[in-house]
Nanobody, 123 residues
Framework: QVQLVQSGGGLVQAGGSLRLTCAASGLKFANYGLGWFRQAPGKEREFVAA????????YYADSVRGRFTISRDNAKNTVYLQMNSLKPEDTAVYYC????????????????WGQGTQVIVSS
């Protein structure tokens, strides 16, 4: 059974930084494309960043490009999202997600989700 367990997140002032971590089990990690997504209150879940199986390709939403960095450590079965220069509009519940053989970008392509972690950016 695939499990994605998230940690990190919390409350930070605008301009600050946070790092999210997503640890995977029950899967062959290197087979999975992975991504981060977020959902703000009253809004649909949206794509934030994604990374290919061995980390050679990364993808970002325009709203976070240059501020967020996705990375993965296949030896530790873990994917990270480093978030810098945070803005109040980054406030949302963040989810990691994955799918075997596919780099998940639209949320509909994800078939395994983490539990979500709240990020609140105060102005």
């Amino acid at each position: 059974q695939v499990q994605l367990v998230q940690s990190g997140g919390g409350l930070v002032q605008a301009g600050g930084s946070l790092r999210l971590t997503c640890a995977a089990s029950g899967l062959k990690f290197a087979n999975y494309g992975l991504g981060w997504f977020r959902q703000a209150p009253g809004k649909e879940r949206e794509f934030v960043a994604a990374i290919s199986r061995f980390g050679s390709n990364t993808y970002y939403a325009d709203s976070v490009r240059g501020r967020f960095t996705i990375s993965r450590d296949n030896a530790k079965n873990t994917v990270y999202l480093q978030m810098n220069s945070l803005k109040p509009e980054d406030t949302a519940v963040y989810y990691c997600g994955g799918r075997e053989w596919v780099v998940p970008k639209p949320p509909a392509t994800v078939d395994s989700w983490g539990q979500g972690t709240q990020v609140i950016v105060s102005s």
